[in-house]
């Protein structure tokens, strides 16, 4: 399923003009402040609420899951393979 979730998303990206970085299997344990968990799909470092906005709105018609963790404080994330976008 990570592959096709994966290529939706590389398709939105090239489709669209967003200044937001977005970051593919990265490992979660950099974003938590316990620095634990596994990979995700895709990571959104998002700039601005419009794009968060786009983000979002795509996410939800592709009907591809996310986690939206801000700073990512008292986060603990899964050591598994997640099979979701974080936000």
Known sequence: ????????????LRDTDLE???VFFQE???LSSFKVGGKCICIFFA???AELCRILNFLKKADISFHIIGGGTNTLFSD????AVVI
């Not at 399923?1 to 939105?12: E, G």
């Not at 598994?80 to 099979?83: A, F, T």
Request: proline share 0%.
């Open 1 to 12: 399923m990570f592959d096709l979730n994966t290529k939706k998303i590389r398709s939105f």
């Open 20 to 22: 937001s970085e977005a």
């Open 28 to 30: 979660t344990s950099q």
């Open 47 to 49: 700039v601005n609420i």
């Open 80 to 83: 598994d393979y997640i099979d």
